[in-house]
């Protein structure tokens, strides 16, 4: 029996000194980069800068520049560090002069009444962007560059400042084109003037014929820390950037009242509809009104409950609402309230059928008219009965409004549409959703209990 016991002590102690010795091989950032000759280090930073070009003036720059490493060092998180000399045009020497002139051009509009596009402006002065930079004149400078090595080769990153040494001060000319708001122009008869933007697509468009890929620092760390490190920037990208956490709670608190609304409009139309039906099924002696007021509810449960609710939110929207100029947010107050209403209406109803007759017997039996015998006796044991399925109800309610965004109601769901369209992100900010509405499920949940359990209490 004891050696037994020392076979499975000693098999744990294996397990754990192997996990132990796992993690800590994977949390180790590993050893240097390898050595590599000055010209294998050249050919790659060239061919990997020259790739960062994106328009055609700054593929005319990539062409005409060229790094030279001078000196080779290694740091110690895989990185090679190049001392490099690197020749190239001076594109703000060449372009800054000329900024009146190109910020300072019509916007022309087109048939509708817009301004030009940044494309157009593009189109239109690239070719003199070219020519500038064909009579720029060469420059050289010395820069840092730093080469990764990760586990498909070798890879560059370059920074602000390199960028802006190898394009020629493309990085100064962007900062100094997005400062400025006016221009000085000159008019056909020799006087100038001073023009302010009215738009910002001559500004980008400017900026566009000069386009250069910016690329971030390769991360060198084991598998383990860089899926970590991932996590963390796109949690930083979704959530914190730009301030995004604060529209997810905008719509998070667009989704509350919507729910809120809609959820007190169906309980008002779901019991007044459950009434009159109960009343029609219970009552032998029925009026001209009752049967009018029966069909009508009986069409009504038959149209909300045999159509989807994303048609009825885009009908009540952009048939009825809209084209009276009313707001987006009471037409799907109007929409959820009216179908929640439609299965309120059946559970409350359900529940009424459910008490005995001889509690309206007993109530008659005591003076109470038909309406007192319902409010006092019958809708107290009714509502007790039910409470489970209309709980179910609110909760359905509560996740149905997630299609208000059809309409483009800025709710929960907007808002996570919206971070993932500016992001390229899906996984995320969709997960961040489904979790805040189970945890709005699950208070709805609890309070159901409280009650239920204040309900319990009470009959005792």
């Keep these: 029996m004891h050696k037994k016991k020392r076979i499975i002590v000693g098999v744990v102690l294996a397990l754990v000194v192997a996990l132990i010795g796992g993690l800590a091989l994977a949390l180790r950032s590993g050893t240097t980069a390898s050595d590599i000759t000055k010209e294998a280090a050249e050919a790659v930073v060239n061919q990997q800068l020259d790739a960062l070009a994106v328009a055609k003036a700054s593929q005319l720059v990539a062409e005409k520049n060229h790094v030279t490493v001078n ?52 189109l239109e002065f690239e070719p003199i962007l070219m020519e500038l930079l064909q009579g720029a004149e060469e420059k050289e400078a010395d820069c840092r560059i730093y080469l990764y090595e990760l586990k498909d080769g070798l890879v560059l990153y370059a920074d602000n400042a390199v960028v802006n040494t190898v394009f020629g001060g493309l990085r100064d000319m962007e900062a100094e084109i997005e400062n400025k708001n006016t221009a000085i122009r000159t008019n056909p008869d020799g006087t100038t003037e001073v023009k302010e933007f009215e738009s910002g697509n001559i500004k980008q468009g400017f900026l566009d014929c000069l386009e250069v890929r910016q690329n971030e620092k390769p991360d060198t760390a084991s598998a383990f820390v860089r899926f970590w490190n991932k996590q963390q920037k796109t949690f930083h990208k979704n959530f914190i950037e730009a301030g995004r956490w604060k529209t997810i709670f905008k719509g998070l608190w667009t989704t509350i009242r919507l729910t809120v609304f809609a959820l007190l409009l169906g309980i008002v139309i779901g019991f007044l509809v459950a009434f009159i039906r109960a009343t029609y099924l219970k009552l032998t002696k029925r009026g001209i009104i009752l049967k009018i007021l029966n069909a009508i509810c009986q069409v009504y449960l038959t149209v909300i409950r045999g159509t989807p609710v994303v048609v009825q939110i885009m009908i009540i929207y952009f048939v009825i609402f809209m084209p009276l100029g009313i707001d987006k947010f009471l037409a799907a107050v109007v929409c959820f309230g009216l179908n929640s209403g439609a299965y309120v209406a059946e559970i409350v109803r359900g529940g009424i059928m459910s008490v005995d007759n001889g509690q309206t017997e007993a109530g008659r039996s005591l003076g109470f008219g038909y309406m007192p015998t319902m409010f006092h006796i019958v809708f107290p044991q009714a509502f007790k009965t039910v409470l489970p399925a209309l709980a179910n109800e609110f909760v359905v309610l509560l996740k149905e409004t997630s299609i208000a965004f059809y309409i483009g109601l800025g709710d929960l769901m907007y808002s996570i549409n919206a971070i993932r369209a500016a992001t390229y992100t899906a996984f995320m900010p969709l997960v961040a959703s489904a979790i805040i509405y189970l945890i709005m499920v699950l208070i709805l949940q609890h309070l159901v209990t409280l009650l239920e359990r204040r309900l319990r209490n009470s009959e005792r």
């Design 71 to 122: 000196e080779i060092s290694f740091g110690n998180e895989k990185d090679i560090i190049l001392d490099c000399t690197v020749k190239t045009v001076d594109v703000h020497g060449a372009v800054a002069p000329f900024y009146d002139v190109f910020l300072s051009a019509d916007e022309r509009k087109d048939g509708t009444g817009m301004y030009k596009s940044k494309l157009h402006f593009k």
